[in-house]
Every structure is written in C-alpha cells, then in structure tokens.
C-alpha cells in the first residue's frame, strides 16, 4: 500500500512532524495504528473528502477536518494546465 509506505518513509527519515492523509478509506487504519505507536511524537491527521467522513478514522487521531466542496473549487489548476515541458492537460469535462 502506497499510503502506509510513505507514512512509514517520512517518519523514518525524520521529513517531518505531522502527516495530513486526505483519505475516508479504512485500508490505511492499520498503518496509522502501527505508527502512531512507533512514532509517538509524531501527529498524523486525516483531511475527509466532500461528503465522507469515517469515524472509525477520526478515533484514530487527534486532529481530523473537512474539505469543504467550495475548497475543490477554489483550489484547481487552470485549465488547460501547461506543464514544464510545455505539453498540457485538461481537466476531465465531468469535473
């Protein structure tokens, strides 16, 4: 799992201090659990999409919010997004 092997790589390498996971996915509860107990000192904290939230998630943690949806909008790259190599991308035209 991608999510549980960068928690564990910032934490082992001392990159920071608290870790934000923007999830409302229960697969990454085990790895928070593990290293909440290994890092102690260390905060993580969840950040629920739009209309998600998992309180099993919230329990685990100290600190855990809501991105609002204006938040999505509010936040979004231009579009079309031109890149460094100066190819671009396009938001999908559902979003």
């Known amino acids: 799992m991608v ?7 910032v934490f082992a390498r001392d990159e920071c201090d608290t870790v934000v996971i923007v999830t409302g996915d229960t697969d990454v509860a085990p790895a928070v659990r593990t290293a909440s ?3 102690p ?3 993580i904290a969840f950040a629920f999409p739009f209309a998600r939230k998992n309180n099993e998630l919230a329990q685990l943690v100290r600190t855990s919010f809501h991105i609002r949806k204006e938040a999505y909008i509010a936040h979004q790259f231009s579009d079309p997004l031109r890149l460094p190599d100066g190819s671009t991308i396009s ?5």
């Open 3 to 9: 999510h549980a092997a960068k928690l564990f790589e």
């Open 41 to 43: 000192s260390k905060a």
């Open 37 to 39: 107990a290994l890092y």
């Open 91 to 95: 938001k999908p035209l559902t979003w």
